[in-house]
């Protein structure tokens, strides 16, 4: 009788224990505008799976001082897409870099809308679809931020934990540039948007530990804004 109990213990532990799914992101598609269009849209299909949240990653440059920014983000299918985090214009052009997201988005083919509050020079706007995250609240705390200007490269530390998914959304401009993406990171996306003067738009995920550092380096010095978080 000790031993049924003794063998059966280990399969109770296992019943108990919950058996989370790994959260992964799938592919991104993406749409840009030299100048965007206001809103600038982007037709998607959001990706089958469970536990899903919708990370919408919407960027802009604009002429400083304008201070454009990104009003919201909308469907024509319904549902609520929130803001996690964006970063703020510091100086020289207006670089800014915006996550939304939504647990309680509609299935099917729909039309994601980014409202400016008036159309910038360049805009992006990038669309995914992560599974086997905590619907009630996606995120392991507040969003982490940076903008930096003059400068080659740019880094967050998100602070994270094993089984979470680190994930960032940078945005940088120069002459002729091209964005590489830091070591130990997923690289999703990379686009240019426009010609000399660009807007350089890159997303990328990394599996959670208790900092995560978020990095992107460029072939010239230009200006940066990044945002990040950890999906749990």
Known sequence: M??????????LIMLASPAWAAIVCGNETFNEGNPPADPLTLVATPDAGVNRV??????????????TVVSGVTSSAGGTFNLYGNNVEIGGEDIL?????????VDGSQTLSADYN???????IVQYVCTGVRTSNPWLGTATTTQVS??????INVPCQVGGLAIDAAVGSGTNVTMIVGADQ???????TGGVNNLDTGGSTEPGAATNTMSWTETDTGIW???????V
């Open 97 to 105: 870099s915006y996550i939304f997201y939504s647990t309680d988005f």
């Open 225 to 231: 804004g990044s945002v990040g978080g950890c999906l």
């Open 150 to 155: 003059a400068a080659s490269s740019v880094s």
């Open 2 to 11: 000790l031993k049924r109990l003794l063998f059966l213990i280990p399969l």
């Open 186 to 192: 997923t690289q999703m996306y990379n686009d240019e």
């Open 54 to 67: 919708w990370i919408i990653h919407v960027s802009l440059r604009d002429t400083d001082a304008d201070n």
């Open 118 to 124: 008036a159309a910038p020079l360049q805009g992006e």
